[in-house]
């Protein structure tokens, strides 16, 4: 290879972002590639082309490796901010100043949008230059050039695919840019262009790309079908349920019905034709009593480094671990003082717990009736929340993602564990007597709900709260089982094989089939699969998403001008109010999120969405 400079990279993207990349590399595919070496220098071999993309893998990374974020969008996950890093190889986070609650979140996120354009200029870096390459290259060298470029137009879909989710109608650019003179006068390109360009790079990508990723971190070709199918799945369902705050955007049930056929084509191949299964073949494993947490059901260990080269991570983004300045921070996000003296910016909601339904029935429990732990009796009580025996029989995602009152895990302090440290909520970091053990209790002041994650939690020492090594999934095989039976379910109603899906999604929590009564319609089958969704994908960043383009928020949290929606906890506080005598226009803002006001001033071509103005 090449002796390069991989100390500092500097591309213009939009409106004057610069966008850094920085070194300290210390993994191949964290590497960076340069603009400081001549192009007739660097861009040679495959090695260099592979060199470059490996950096456009870092580069794009931090724009969805925090995506738990927005869950914080939905009525499950709540967020008090978001941590800060001093990670440098992140080039900064997206995430940074962005609103994570409900309501309110979409004029907030001014730092994504130019991020996600520092994501496509590098994309677009990698791809000019393979193109170049390819005119004067050997026979032999052309198909490992153009799996190359079609992972690169793979990070470029992936990145206008979340622009356009997000705002609309956006510029598009598919060249590098050199200088902010290039992009001042741009204006927004129709959504519809955007989304035929973007399937145009799924497409190329799907083609290009070999069966199986060559290394861990990398693509295949069923991460190009697989999110080939969720754009159209987007495209269906703006055209179903509508998008009247993007003025240019007109629904169409015809072309809804269209992309729903399309999606679910490209998910059954994905589902068929690689042999992909789900985490351990998607068996619930064993499951400890109530209290104790020697033995987690599999889907816990899906969300751990154990499960980073496994089939069901369809396409995932690697981070480096312990000492390399690259790991992953969610621990850091997702626990409390505790545990490595993380700071709880996530947490789960109390209303979650309700959504974890029995494996005796297979349906929803008795609701929990929330008490104050200081009263006598509401520690015994029927379905108390503070009573640890209302959660026995549930669902044994319940367990692996959420911890209540005298749930436990490892207490972790300077790379040491600290022994089992019991959840008891509102009592921080004090000593307690269980069963004749004497215990601290987690300190996890962060959480005012009465739950703490227990999803992304390491369960085990020697690595600091920002030194994980998972693999973060951006897509999974169980996702890909829940959008095909949403888009057979739109067009044909429930079909045998994606009930079939949903089901095997459910066996992994130890829930039974589901009853005839929930695919009995189409609208029933709906319900079963925003079920499974709202369970399988929490925490991932998918909800408020889902919310949007079903155009569901009034389903949730009630129409405009009404009293709105309280979120509890566990001992019955009212915590946060959302959407109290909230406006129409606020609705219509969270559905469309706001164009910067800094690009518009340095770009009077860029228009405003309607709501914004």
Known sequence: MKNINP???????????????????????????????ATNVFWKTEEDATFALQGAYSSIRPLFDRDYYLDGHGEYVRTRGTSVTNNNLRLGDAYQGGNFNPSGYAGSFDKMYRYLYGGANRANYVIENVNKMMATAKPESIPNLQAILGEARLLRGMVYFRLISMWGDVPYINKVINNNSEVSGLTRTPIAQVKDSIMADFTYAYEKLP???????????????????????????????????????????????AAYTAAAADFGKVINDFGLTLFRNGEPGDIDSLGKAEKLPNYYYLFTPVANNDPEIIMGFTHGGTG?????????????????????????????????????????????????????????????????ASYKNRDYRMKSSIMWDYEVSVGLI???????????????????????????????????????????????????????????????????????????????????????????????????????????????????????????????????????????????????????????DSHGANMDRYFQNTSERTYQQNYIFRIPPGERDRNPNLTQNTPWL
């Open 414 to 568: 300077s790379l040491k564990s600290t022994g089992w440290c019991p959840f008891i909520y509102k009592t921080w970091n004090q000593p307690v007597t269980i069963d004749g053990v004497k215990y601290t209790t987690y300190n996890t002041d962060g959480s005012n709900s009465g739950y703490v994650f227990r999803k992304f939690l390491r369960n085990y020492a020697g690595q600091g709260r920002s030194d994980g090594d998972y693999n973060y999934p951006v897509m999974r095989l169980a996702d890909v089982y829940l959008m095909y039976a949403e888009a057979t379910n739109a067009v044909k109603g429930p079909q045998a094989d994606a009930i079939a899906l949903v089901n095997k999604i459910r066996r992994r929590g130890n829930l039974p089939a589901l009853k005839a009564d929930k695919t009995a319609s189409s609208a029933t089958f709906f319900a079963a699969i925003e079920q499974e969704r709202i369970v399988e994908l929490f925490a991932e960043g998918h909800r408020g998403f889902d919310i949007r383009r079903w155009r569901a928020m009034e389903r949730v949290w009630g129409a405009p001008y009404t009293e709105g929606v309280w979120r509890i």
């Open 211 to 257: 069966a199986k990723a060559l290394t861990t971190g990398r693509a295949g070709k069923p991460a190009a079908l697989a999110f080939r199918g969720k754009l159209q799945l987007y495209w269906a369902s703006w055209n179903k349920f509508g998008w009247p705050e993007l003025d240019t955007f007109k629904a169409d049930a015809n072309a809804a019905d």
């Open 7 to 37: 100390k500092l990279v500097t591309v213009t993207v939009l409106s004057g972002l610069l966008f850094f990349a920085s070194a300290c590399v210390h993994d191949l595919l964290e590497q960076e590639p340069t603009t400081e070496v």
């Open 324 to 388: 390399t300045g690259q790991g992953e921070e969610l621990m850091r996000d997702v626990a409390g003082r505790s545990h490595e003296g993380s700071q709880c910016w996530v947490a789960p909601r109390y209303e979650i717990a309700d959504r974890y339904q029995s494996t005796i029935t297979g349906d929803f429990a008795p609701k929990l009736i929330p008490m104050n732990a200081a009263n006598a009796g509401a520690r015994t009580a029927l379905n108390s929340a503070v009573n640890p």
